[in-house]
């Protein structure tokens, strides 16, 4: 899953927020460089992303991309399914998708000293650009995948994703509401409380 539902998904720890948001970004002997809380927070990005990519309702939604996007085609799904975890967030919170995202960007920027150099890069631009709540916009979606097409290694046809999000609306929008209930409840067994979405939001953590 891409940003959005990682954060969605953290439950009411600011440690593991920060862990599961930050977890692509630290390898090998850099997560001893990290405490307990942080350190479950890279546990639980690693096995919410092994659920995806082993459901085969997210192979689905790849199969229809991936002639055209090979190996990103996994990439590309993760966004899809963040613009309509942004677009239609009302359904998953009681309260506005940008209250959530404001304390989220809170949780990385006091945390900012223990941020890897990418996200520490990439902060700035998250948080001007206003990244999470703008998923839900097909426009601002483009810009994104523009971006990412730009930075790959080779040509991935990346800025031309929101075509075929608009080409095949309805096919991926019910596999993210099929597939997503199902991943709620995977990371609720896992001892994430996602009860937050309902009371009001993340805990401070003294």
């Excluded at 990519?53 to 939604?61: A, C, K, N, R, Y």
């Excluded at 966004?79 to 990385?108: C, G, I, P």
């Amino acid at each position: 899953m891409n940003l959005l539902a990682h954060t969605y998904l953290s439950g009411e720890s600011e440690d593991i927020l920060l862990g599961n948001l930050i977890a692509d970004m630290v390898k090998g002997r850099q997560i001893d460089n990290f405490h307990q809380g942080i350190v479950e927070g890279f546990m639980l990005h690693r096995k919410i992303d092994t659920f995806t990519d082993t459901h085969p309702i997210i192979e689905q939604s790849k199969m229809r991309l991936r002639n055209k996007y090979r190996l990103y085609s996994g990439v590309v799904v993760d966004m899809f399914y963040d613009h309509y975890l942004a677009k239609y967030w009302s359904e998953y919170s009681r309260h506005s998708l940008t209250r959530f995202v404001k304390q989220a960007y809170n949780v990385l920027l006091k945390n900012y000293f223990l941020l890897p150099v990418r996200a520490k890069n990439a902060l700035p631009y998250m948080v001007s650009s206003n990244w999470l709540v703008n998923y839900a916009d097909l426009d601002r979606l483009r810009v994104h995948f523009e971006g990412m097409a730009s930075r790959t290694p080779f040509k991935s046809g990346m800025e031309n994703a929101v075509d075929d999000l608009v080409k095949h609306y309805e096919d991926f929008e019910n596999e993210f509401r099929t597939f997503f209930p199902e991943l709620m409840a995977y990371v609720e067994m896992q001892g994430i409380s996602l009860e937050h979405h309902r009371n009001g939001g993340l805990n401070t953590r003294h």
